[in-house]
Structures are given as structure tokens and as C-alpha cells.
């Protein structure tokens, strides 16, 4: 219920490459900031923001330039038990200068939460096609996805005609892109940029409330309020302002000092209250899931069990310990950080069921590569234990021939040493 209202004011389209936390920074931050825009836009243009009370002799038209000059010019709040001084420079006021700029402000924010984002929606619209209940779509889906991704892990350096892409020589942090950790480590960057933005927010509604008062806007207003401290004291959003006017008549400039209602103000205090509480919670929340897809993404031995996991879910058989190191070889040497980081994304969205498919999938391919470079290595580890034996044995046909005698401390360690390296090449 809650989300159908919510997408009856979206301005944004929900992604499918993303989590839960992503979408409270670009879709549900953004567009709650949008809706209070409009709401203060609403008031502002739409009504009457603000209201002066004038002497009697003013006529309408006074009292409407009044207005709209007091409006456009910034305001000041002086407290009560200050006598207000005559001359205007000499007073020890409080400017009061962003209520106008309020809507514009949070639209603003919205965009700053909106612009981070990486996208691989292709492939899980793919996934998450509602035909892949009928199992010739399914197929077709896996086959695709598997194919496209065995050919980024074989293509990775060349472009689409073929031919082997050239690396920047001077440059070379521009060379990321072709590597097998580039989306991962976007991904990873887009996570770190909305904490930062979160983070950032609190200075940004410190420097453009002008509450030097408080080092913290949210925490200081939401302490006075437990106080019982309210804007008469502290003069910040107050309802109540006073205005500074100069009218030129007949060679004559007359200074006028107006008081004024700031019925804006009572929504716009609520809304950065709420909006302070609200940043700090998705603040904690951006870092607690920066550091979690951090570990996942880094983390091999977690990239070696989600893959294991999802071709045990597909084929019982690999729970067996057989299959251990080829499936630790298939995620480090072919499916890599990348690979991983595009099946959990798939995994998120698609189902478990049909990510564990699409992994069994890529692992037929990729098996008859992985066995051959198994059986090769252990050619190459035979060789290598027959060439440890006959350079044990010609240490010994060495000491023999000059009739030598080996120290007793010697030959233990030396033949411990030889079958030590053989049987860590095997």
C-alpha cells in the first residue's frame, strides 16, 4: 500500500541492478524530497507566505508592495525584550534569508541523491522476465545470459570486432574498465559516494539555515524542543520577523519598520526536523551496507562459497569435497570479482533458483577448461617430482663418487627437504 502511494508521486523509475539500500538514496530520498518541493512551492507561490501588519493609513496597494518587498528582501528576527533601535545598521538581528530558497534547496538534494548509480539492468530484466515460468523461455534466458557473460570473461581486452583493445601507456588508471574488478569496484565507489552524500547533507543544512548556533542543526533545534525551548528564544524558523523598508516621496526617503508572519516557516522547521532524522538514519544505513558488499565483494573465500552454494542448490552432487578445488579455480580464474558480483545482483532479483541454474550453466562450459588445465598441472607436478628425484639422487652419487661422508645432521634434512617439495608440487 505504502509503496503504490509512493509510486503515484515517484519522479524516478525503480531500478532492478540495485538493493534495498539504493533505492532509499535514489528512489525513495529523491522523490520524498521532490513531494516536500512541490508541498512548500504549493504554499509559496500559491498562497500567501507571508503577512505584514501595517499602520492604518497604508493603503491596499502599500500593504501589497509591503508584502511582496518584505517577501523578496531578507527578513530579520530581533527578540522582544530588545527595544528596536532607530537606526538599521545599528541593530543586533538574526538575518533571516532561506525561506525563499527552501523548494529549490530540496530539489537540490534530490538530485544529489539521484545522480549516484551503476547500471547492469539488461541482464536482470532478463532474469526477471515473468516468462522464464515457462520453461523454452527459461532456457533461452539462461542461454543468453551465460553467453553474454562467458564473453565478457574471454573478451575482456578486445572490442566487438575482435581485435585486442590498446592500453592507455600514460594514463593507466583509465585502463580500469577492461579489467575483471571494474564493476565491482563501481559498484563499491557508488556505495561510498552515498555515504559521503548522506554524510554530506548535515553541512549543507548548517551552512544554508545559517544556524551557527549549532554545530549540529538537527540535534541542537530537537534538544530546545525537549527543553521547552521554542523559536521566540532560539529565533530559529520564526513566525514572526521584522522587515526594513525605504520609500522615496517628494525628494524624502522615509524609513518604515514593518512586523511580519512567516506562515511558511511552521512547515519548513517540521521538514528539516524530519529530514535530519531521516539522513542520519540512512547515513548508518549506507555505511553498514558499504562495509558489507565491501566484505562480500573482496572477500574470496565468500565469492568461493556463493558459487559453490548456487551449483549445490542446482546439482546435489557438488556438496561432495571433490569438486572443491575446480569450483575454488572456476571463481578465481574465470568467473572472477565481476562474474560473482553480477550472479549475486542476479540472485537478488532473479531468485535464487534461477541464478543456481544459470551458474550450473556456465560451469558446463567452463569445466572442460578448468579439467584440461587440472590434467596439464599435474603433468607438470610428475615432471617436476622426478627432476626433485634425480637431483636427490645425484647429491648422492656426488658424496659417493669424492667418498665423502655426509654429516648425520645433514641427510635427514636433505632428503625431508626433497620429498617435502615433491609432495607440494603434487
Avoid at 528582501?73 to 538599521?88: A, F, G, K, R
Avoid at 575482435?162 to 563499491?188: E, P, W
Wanted: neutral net charge.
Amino acid at each position: 500500500m505504502l509503496l503504490d502511494l509512493i509510486k503515484t508521486f515517484a519522479f524516478f523509475k525503480l531500478r532492478q541492478d540495485d538493493n534495498f539500500v539504493d533505492r532509499l538514496n535514489y528512489y525513495f530520498t529523491a522523490t520524498f524530497l521532490i513531494v516536500l518541493s512541490l508541498l512548500v512551492s504549493f504554499k509559496m507561490f500559491g498562497g500567501k507566505p507571508i503577512e505584514c501588519w501595517l499602520p492604518a493609513e497604508y493603503t491596499k496597494s502599500w500593504e501589497d508592495y509591503s508584502e511582496m518587498f518584505c517577501w523578496a528582501q531578507n527578513t530579520y528576527w530581533l527578540p522582544y525584550e530588545i527595544d528596536l533601535p532607530s537606526d538599521i545598521i545599528e541593530k543586533p538581528v538574526i538575518k533571516i534569508s532561506y525561506y525563499q530558497w527552501v523548494p529549490f534547496f530540496l530539489l537540490i538534494e534530490a538530485m544529489m541523491f539521484y545522480m549516484p548509480s551503476i547500471h547492469i539492468g539488461d541482464l536482470v530484466s532478463m532474469a526477471c522476465d515473468p516468462e522464464n515460468l515457462k520453461s523454452e523461455v527459461r532456457t533461452k534466458n539462461l542461454n543468453s545470459i551465460a553467453e553474454y557473460l562467458i564473453s565478457q570473461f574471454f573478451h575482456q581486452f578486445h572490442s566487438t570486432s575482435g581485435q585486442r583493445i590498446a592500453m592507455h601507456t600514460v594514463m593507466k588508471c583509465l585502463n580500469i574498465r577492461y579489467f575483471d574488478f571494474y564493476i565491482s569496484t563501481l559498484y563499491i565507489v557508488v556505495k561510498l559516494l552515498y555515504v559521503l552524500n548522506a554524510a554530506l547533507q548535515f553541512y549543507l543544512v548548517n551552512y544554508f539555515l545559517q544556524t551557527d548556533r549549532y554545530s549540529i542543526y538537527g540535534w541542537g533545534v530537537i534538544m530546545d524542543l525537549l527543553n521547552g525551548k521554542e523559536w521566540e528564544e532560539s529565533g530559529y524558523f520564526p513566525r514572526s520577523a521584522l522587515c526594513d523598508m525605504q520609500i522615496r516621496t517628494l525628494g524624502n526617503v522615509q524609513k518604515h519598520t514593518v512586523q511580519c508572519v512567516l506562515v511558511i516557516n511552521i512547515f519548513t522547521e517540521k521538514i528539516f526536523i524530519l529530514l535530519w532524522i531521516w539522513y542520519m538514519t540512512i547515513c548508518f544505513l549506507n555505511l553498514f551496507n558499504f562495509c558489507t558488499w565491501t566484505f562480500l565483494t573482496l572477500s574470496a573465500e565468500k565469492r568461493f562459497h556463493f558459487v559453490l552454494r548456487n551449483l549445490a542448490l542446482a546439482d546435489p552432487s557438488f556438496r561432495k569435497h571433490f569438486y572443491s578445488s575446480q569450483v575454488r579455480a572456476f571463481v578465481m580464474d574465470h568467473l572472477k570479482l565481476d562474474g560473482v558480483f553480477v550472479l549475486r545482483m542476479l540472485s537478488l532479483h532473479a531468485g535464487a533458483m534461477f541464478t543456481a541454474e544459470l551458474v550450473l550453466q556456465i560451469w558446463r562450459i567452463f569445466h572442460p577448461i578448468i579439467r584440461e588445465k587440472s590434467t596439464l598441472m599435474r603433468e607438470q607436478s610428475r615432471t617436476t617430482v622426478v627432476n626433485n628425484l634425480y637431483n636427490l639422487d645425484d647429491d648422492l652419487t656426488f658424496y659417493d663418487i669424492h667418498n665423502r661422508q655426509m654429516p648425520q645432521d645433514v641427510w635427514p634434512t636433505r632428503i625431508s627437504q626433497r620429498l617435502l617439495s615433491a609432495e607440494a608440487a603434487v
